[in-house]
């Protein structure tokens, strides 16, 4: 049998169950997959014997992970680092987490995606657009596309390009910006490098935020780099894009969106996007609309890109779930 510190983490776990008995080990089988307890019943029948110390050492490693997880689920894993540097030291906490976060497969600035955006925005708004991007990279969209909303126009274009260019960040620069916020808010860490930023993590960020801001940062960026707002405005879907879809889709958002919002995303659309949902009502529907809209009155640019906003966040669901089918960049990439 191989040294303890040799071990493959499938080795370790059949140890485990053999140390726990038959009747824990068969309870822990009930919560793995056929594919997982196959390879797990074979690695134990190729057990011959387990010494002593390694029994004792892999059981002190399954409880320090369980403890980890446990401290991870009551605070995070800033919470969880520091209780367990308290108890096992500084390297000890470090490689536990490590061990945990990777197989938890737990994203930088873990502690980030549960705070107030505002409360993000009032810490990271002075510091350098570079250090921005990336931690709004690693954010959720809605929460990174407020935060980008909030910015000083001047800035928003600039990080929204910094994401879109971004690729591989170390882990010591990713562990620095985390260490700084970890005093006002908390850290994590991350033990590779980690793939984030590129264009498709700015346009999901500019799903999330305001049609004006969204226009705005796209002018910005026509002008400092056309070719990467094309690609950009390529994978993006507004609600003038409603006239890509196909009549079957179509009527599924009809169908989906609240009347009033479809009134006044329709009250100031280009004839050709209201031709296209026009049809594909009723007759007696399309007329209502028509009437309706034309005794709206003058109505609000911020109400009507607020409704526009919210269908296009229904087709983007409908289109996650797999009910309707989008074409990106002129058709040529079909996404379902």
Request: charged share 30%; glycine share 6%.
């Amino acid at each position: 049998m191989a040294r303890q510190q040799e071990l493959t983490g499938r080795q370790k776990a059949a140890i485990l169950l053999i140390s726990l008995g038959p009747d824990v080990s068969a309870q822990v089988y009930k919560h793995l997959t056929a594919e997982e307890i196959e390879k797990l019943t074979l690695e134990i029948s190729s057990v011959k014997k387990v010494e002593g110390n390694q029994k004792e050492e892999i059981l002190e490693q399954f409880h320090q992970l369980a403890l980890a997880q446990d401290y991870i689920a009551q605070g995070g894993i800033g919470y969880a680092r520091t209780v367990l540097e308290k108890a096992v030291g500084s390297d000890a906490a470090q490689e536990i987490i490590g061990r945990l976060t990777s197989s938890l497969q737990v994203k930088p600035f873990d502690f980030a995606r549960k705070t107030d955006p505002a409360q993000i925005l009032n810490f990271i708004q002075s510091e350098h657009p570079q250090t921005i991007a990336l931690i709004l990279s690693y954010l959720d969209n809605e929460q990174a596309g407020q935060i980008l909303s909030e910015l000083p126009q001047e800035m928003q274009a600039d990080i929204a390009r910094r994401i879109a260019l971004m690729d591989s960040t170390s882990p010591e620069i990713i562990y620095e910006v985390e260490r700084i916020l970890e005093q006002k808010l908390s850290a994590t860490a991350t033990q590779d490098y980690t793939q984030t930023g590129g264009i498709q993590a700015v346009v999901e960020v500019l799903n999330g935020v305001d049609r004006s801001t969204e226009r705005t940062i796209l002018d910005a960026l026509e002008i400092q780099d056309p070719e990467l707002a094309e690609e950009i405005k390529k994978r993006m879907f507004v609600f003038e894009d409603i006239v890509t879809l196909d009549n079957r889709a179509i009527q599924r958002v009809i169908r989906e969106v609240e009347n009033d919002d479809l009134r006044l995303a329709l009250k100031v659309a280009s004839e050709e996007v209201q031709e296209v949902v026009f049809s594909n009502m009723s007759n007696r529907m399309a007329e209502t609309f028509k009437e309706e809209m034309e005794f709206m009155g003058p109505v609000r640019l911020k109400d009507v890109e607020e409704a526009q906003t919210r269908i296009v966040a229904a087709i983007r669901r409908l289109e996650e779930v797999g009910e309707i089918v989008v074409a990106r960049g002129g058709g040529d990439d079909i996404i379902v």
